[in-house]
Structures are given as C-alpha cells and as structure tokens.
C-alpha cells in the first residue's frame, strides 16, 4: 500500500528555520505533482508549495521568498525549507503526491499523516 512518511516538524522561534521531509513508498509506478499544504486551528487545508516532475514550483503568497520546495526523485521525496518562520505560520503540515501505481493508470492524490509546526517564542 503506498504511504507518505512526514518528518522535521517541531517548536522553534519566529525567525528561525525548519525543513520538512516526506518520502513515498509503496507500489508506486510513477510520481507526478508534489507538495505541501497547511491546516491552521479553525481553518481550511490551504496550499503552501507544489513541484512538478519537471522542477517547476509554485508557492502561496504568504511564503513567497521564505521558503523552498524541492524534491528528489531517486528517494521519492519532496522537502519544504522553511525560513524566517512567523507565528502565523503555525500549522499542521501535510504534503500531497499525485502518483500512478501502473503503466497509464490514472494519477491519484495520497497525503501524509501531518506534522505540527509551531513557532512561537
């Protein structure tokens, strides 16, 4: 069964910096899009970050110039770097990977379990 495994959240102080892990495993054909959202207390699920097979990132707004999306595809994981962290950027995380688990199969959406991020002084 395929899964996503998070890691790299934590508590750390406004300013500082924290990079977020997400490896696919599984029966996995093929990996498409991957990327991050956040979940706010009381909120929506909201994009943070994508990445398309071919390098090309997207990021919300709100992150723009603080953090970075890649991605290894030898290791089936994508990362967030996470700089210059605010308290409004406390949040569960969650990534998202679209993937095809046969030849010309459909691509599917899986996501990560969440990690919480917290940054407060």
Do not use: H
Not at 43 to 63: F, M, N, W
Not at 76 to 92: F, G, R
Not at 93 to 104: D, G, P, T
């Amino acid at each position: 069964q395929e899964q996503l495994v998070e890691s790299g959240g934590g508590l750390v102080q406004p300013g500082g910096s924290l990079r977020l892990s997400c490896a696919a495993s599984g029966s996995i054909f093929e990996i498409n899009d991957m990327g991050w959202y956040y979940q706010a207390p009381g909120k929506e699920r909201e994009l943070v970050a994508t990445i398309t097979s071919g390098g090309i990132t997207s990021y919300a707004d709100s992150v723009k110039g603080r953090f970075t999306i890649s991605r290894d595809n030898a290791k089936n994981t994508v990362y967030l770097q996470m700089n210059s962290l605010k308290p409004e950027d406390t949040a569960v995380y969650y990534c998202r990977v679209l993937i095809r688990k046969w030849y010309n199969g459909p691509y599917v959406p899986i996501w990560g379990q969440g990690t919480q991020v917290t940054v407060s002084s």
